[in-house]
């Protein structure tokens, strides 16, 4: 029996983890944490029975003990609860589904107890994979990524030596704008972007396929996970979503994943390394699909990517002002308080203001952080 943490139970991957566990009754969940939908947290304790459950304000934890009152179940609340699930006796995996930096902490906690992360919180790398990728090699845990793109390359380079890596290929789908022009995107509504072609995903994270943003998360993530330097990590549009991501060897020699887009594969393949279980589902038919093709992304219309990677050059305390300039600027935009192409705008902005501190500790990072959420707050309320 393999016992599981999940940070972020009531989100899409979150949900989506259960959904794998409750097809392998060899899975147990022992510990669940969620941000503050009391409701449906209620229905996943009743349901998987954890030992620990937390809610990230104090309100919603004081609404959830009540409801489940009737249980055998500890609620913890904060960043105190989170780190007290990152690290639950018994656990051996945490599946980090959180969204946002407030994930760093638990994923350090959690490997210094020894526990393998399941990483499907892009924010801990792109801010701190200086920090967590050799805390990981000193404490002997396995950092297994989630992303069905990094999912994809791990996969790709199993087997093969890391050192002779040529290329890391990792394939966007070019969200619902591919192909479309700045001009086009200057009156994109909220309902708009949030129309993904292939993936059913989170409202913030469908906004950043949209913007190419996501992706510029992502190479900053590999970077870190496969131990190459930016320049040998290419972006290509490859609208059908069949071929997730691949890995250019020395000899010329091109090994890549490729399936159906459901994220519940990366997933169950993460929470079994190395085993490969079954899994009902749809299968490729290639004689349906006909063709698979692929495209330079747009860097000029799509300047969230080119972003990343400037942010990833410059490195140190960089990577965190993009990602949380990027995060402000995606509330505001659901929130219908600046246009779609503001959302790079405000990422330049807050960049171009930022002093970058190269040797970075977590608490400069989420001083960083604080930074370019006031900065961001300021330049708003001056418009």
């Not at 589904?97 to 790398?125: C, F, H, S, Y």
């Not at 396995?142 to 990792?170: M, R, T, Y």
């Not at 902005?349 to 370019?372: F, K, R, S």
């Amino acid at each position: 029996m393999k016992k599981i943490a999940i940070l972020g139970s009531t989100g899409s991957i979150g949900t989506q983890t259960l959904e794998v566990v409750q097809s392998n009754p060899d899975l147990q969940v022992i510990a669940l944490a969620a941000g503050n939908r009391v409701e449906k947290m209620e229905a996943q304790i009743r349901e998987f029975h954890p030992e620990v459950a937390g809610m990230w304000r104090e309100e919603a934890a004081r609404d959830l003990r009540e409801r489940v009152a009737d249980l055998d179940v500890k609620i913890v609340s904060g960043m105190e609860g989170l780190l007290e699930i990152a690290t639950w006796p018994g656990s051996q995996v945490l599946v980090t589904a959180i969204v946002g930096m407030i994930g760093i902490r638990p994923t350090i906690a959690a490997i210094q107890a020894g526990k393998d992360i399941a990483l499907a919180n892009k924010e801990t790398l792109v801010t701190a994979g200086h920090i967590i990728m050799p805390l990981a090699r000193e404490y002997r845990v396995s950092i297994l990524p989630v992303d069905s793109e990094h999912s994809a390359i791990f996969q790709s380079l199993n087997g093969e030596p890391a050192d002779k890596i040529e290329k890391i290929l990792l394939t966007a789908s070019g969200g619902p704008f591919r192909g479309r022009t700045r001009g086009d995107l200057e009156h994109v509504q909220v309902e708009d972007a949030l129309r993904h072609p292939n993936w059913a995903m989170g409202r913030k994270i469908t906004i950043d396929s949209s913007t190419l943003v996501n992706k510029g998360l992502e190479v900053m993530e590999a970077r870190w996970l496969f131990g190459v330097g930016l320049d040998r990590i290419q972006v290509l549009v490859h609208p059908q979503s069949i071929l997730h991501s691949a890995v250019q060897f020395v000899d010329g020699a091109i090994m890549a994943q490729m399936g159906v887009p459901d994220m519940k594969l990366p997933i169950q393949y993460a929470l079994f390394y190395p085993d490969r279980r079954p899994m009902t589902g749809e299968r490729v038919d290639f004689f349906a699909l006909g063709q698979m093709t692929f495209e330079q992304p747009d860097l000029e219309t799509f300047q969230g990517l080119r972003l990343a990677y400037e942010a990833a050059s410059l490195g140190g305390t960089m990577p965190t002002v993009y990602n949380a300039a990027n995060e402000r600027a995606v509330a505001l935009f659901l929130d219908r308080e600046i246009s779609y192409l503001q959302i790079p705008e405000l990422i330049a902005e807050a960049m171009a203001h930022h002093q970058v501190l190269q040797e970075a500790g977590v608490e400069d990072i989420l001083a960083a952080e604080q930074e370019t959420y006031e900065y961001i707050a300021g330049r708003i309320s001056r418009k």
